[in-house]
């Protein structure tokens, strides 16, 4: 396997205040999590981001917004971003993460620059009722095959570290295989009090474990390491390139502070992998 590690950026382009009621997310309003709530970011703001996520490294740059879905003004401000994102920056794969969406609504997000879409199945099929009751596994399914048909290339990952039993984790990884998705992200639960799951970060071994499992059942697919890293992994978190992951996301994340960009471009380097650069194979 090749010794490149992808670093991709994310901006959380509009932020909390959402009426979903999934159990690990701190942007559902049901949980009143003490986290940044705001509409829509300034573009300038989400542009100025781009080009630091370029500076570091970053190959992608993901838009993301809060909410079930789109709506149509929702969906023009993740294109005005996009367009504006990619007019400045256009050496940066533009991914959006906007929840579930139709057909049309990806064209639209294509026609204004985005090449990837980001929609995780989040756990198994069982398991993702426990999780959240307003909207089903089989919607999110759904949206991953609009994304297939619409020519984006599909991130499709979810999260582990919920309470969730060796079967759905082996379940979840086969439905996801059975996508094919350009990027799996790898989330790991980060516990906040004002959240129903009560779980602990995850062991280490682990959740290196389930990073092997994973990379056994998708050989081809570009592995990302997200949400969790850092409370996950503590001091093995070099350990995850050899376990099979081939990318990272760089930066904060959606609601918590990641480590600085150059602390782990040094940890990556340290572990004897290079930093992929731009490509658009
Ligand atoms: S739909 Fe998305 S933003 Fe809303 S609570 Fe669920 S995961 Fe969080």
């Not at 050496?91 to 639209?108: D, F, K, M, P, V």
């Not at 499709?156 to 059975?178: N, P």
Request: proline share 3%; hydrophobic share 35%.
């Amino acid at each position: 396997m090749s010794k490149e590690v992808f670093l991709c950026a994310i901006s959380n382009i509009s932020s909390g205040s959402c009426a979903e009621d999934c159990g690990f997310c701190t942007q559902s309003s049901k949980h009143h999590a003490d986290i940044q709530r705001y509409k829509y970011k300034d573009i300038k703001e989400i542009v100025k981001e781009a080009k630091v996520a370029k500076a570091n490294g970053a190959v992608g740059f993901c838009l993301v917004t809060s909410g079930k879905g789109l709506d149509d003004k929702k969906l023009d401000f993740v294109c005005q971003s996009a367009i504006a994102v990619k007019k400045e920056v256009p050496q940066i794969n533009l991914i959006a993460c906007n929840g579930l969406a139709s057909l049309e609504q990806l064209r639209t997000l294509k026609k204004a620059g985005v090449e990837l879409y980001n929609h995780n199945l989040e756990s198994s099929q069982n398991f993702y009722k426990t999780l959240c009751q307003t909207h089903s596994w089989e919607e999110r399914y759904q949206t991953c095959l609009h994304v297939k048909e619409s020519g984006l290339r599909l991130v499709c990952g979810g999260i582990f570290g919920l309470g969730e039993s060796e079967t759905d984790r082996a379940s979840f990884i086969q439905s996801v295989k059975s996508l094919n998705p350009f990027t799996m992200p790898l989330n790991f639960f980060h516990p906040n009090p004002a959240l129903p799951i009560k779980t602990k970060p995850m062991d280490e071994d682990e959740a290196l474990k389930i990073i092997q499992q994973t990379r056994a059942e998708l050989p081809n697919t570009r592995l990302m390491v997200a949400g969790g890293r850092e409370i996950t992994f503590k001091t093995k978190q070099n350990k995850i390139f050899d376990a099979g992951a081939n990318a990272i996301v760089i930066g904060n994340y959606l609601t918590t502070s990641g480590a600085k960009p150059n602390k782990d471009i040094v940890m990556i380097k340290n572990a004897g992998y290079e930093i992929a650069s731009f490509c658009n194979e």
